[in-house]
């Protein structure tokens, strides 16, 4: 007796789908849209961001006050929430045990840190740009019942604090994206994160007295993240670094934790 053999199955690896950057960009969008944190810290960053400009508008009636100052204040509650999203978009990877499949799909690791960078703070950029605008419609109705126009005949002098503003909220989110690869754990990022945005300023003004002997520390609290993006956002004579200087810290900071983060993640298994 005599059996017919089944014809032998043909082998799908030869198929023609092909990992290309777009595509691992589109990768990371899915993982960082379907956090249900991102949209939660969203949220409440968009909550108090145009909560407390109107306290600040309604608060706040002196000469020479800018009503640009009261919609851009916040950022410095709300860059902890920049950097809370970044840290754990790649934390959240680690803990689930996710960041095999992704490494595995992509092995070339530069390019899973640049898609993930670039999602990052594009969607930071473009949330907080939102965000800020809506708090900028919020406190118009405060101001011109002072008779006080928004954003009055200078356009261009309240878009470009908004857009500085926005840009800092990326660079903030960088940095906890870089934390996030460096420490793997998503409670050590976030404190790291909180530590060099929020309490590192705190300590710095604390110790920065204009003392013979002490200005460095000045110096060292002007480079500060937190700081350079005040002075880029609304600079002042005499204050801070220039809206060059202060533009080239933040570059700075995201370049420093991009170089950490590629380092780590090219020596280290998942």
């Known amino acids: 007796m005599t059996t017919t053999a089944a ?111 670039i999602v990052v703070a594009v969607f930071l950029f473009v949330a907080s740009f939102v965000i800020f605008i809506l708090a900028a419609v919020a406190v118009m109705p405060i101001f011109a019942s002072r008779d006080v126009a928004f954003p009055g005949d200078d356009v261009a002098g309240a878009l470009l604090p908004i857009l500085g503003a926005s840009v800092s909220m990326s660079v903030f989110a960088l940095i906890g994206v870089a934390f996030g690869f460096l420490l793997r754990s998503g409670a050590g990022a976030i404190a790291a994160t909180v530590g060099l945005l929020f309490v590192l300023p705190i300590i710095a003004s604390i110790f920065a007295m204009p003392v013979e002997g002490w200005e460095w520390i000045t110096e060292v609290s002007n480079r500060l993240p937190m700081t350079a993006a005040q002075s880029a956002i609304l600079p002042q004579d005499g204050f801070g670094l220039s809206v060059g200087e202060a533009y080239l810290t933040l570059a700075a900071w995201v370049a420093a934790g991009m170089l950490s983060a590629w380092a780590v993640l090219r020596t280290r298994d998942a």
Do not use: C, H
């Open 7 to 117: 014809p032998a199955m043909r082998s799908q690896t030869g198929s023609s789908y092909r990992l290309t950057f777009p595509r691992a960009l589109r990768s990371e969008w899915i993982k960082l849209s379907t956090l249900r944190s991102t949209w939660w810290s969203i949220g409440i960053a968009a909550v108090l961001t145009v909560g407390i400009a109107v306290l600040v508008a309604g608060a706040v009636n002196t000469p020479g006050f800018e009503p640009i100052q009261a919609v851009v204040t916040p950022f410095q509650f709300t860059m902890l929430l920049a950097g809370i999203i970044g840290a754990i978009a790649v934390t959240g990877e680690y803990s689930t045990g996710m960041i095999r499949s992704t490494l595995a799909a992509d092995p070339v690791r530069g390019s899973v840190l640049a898609a993930k960078a």
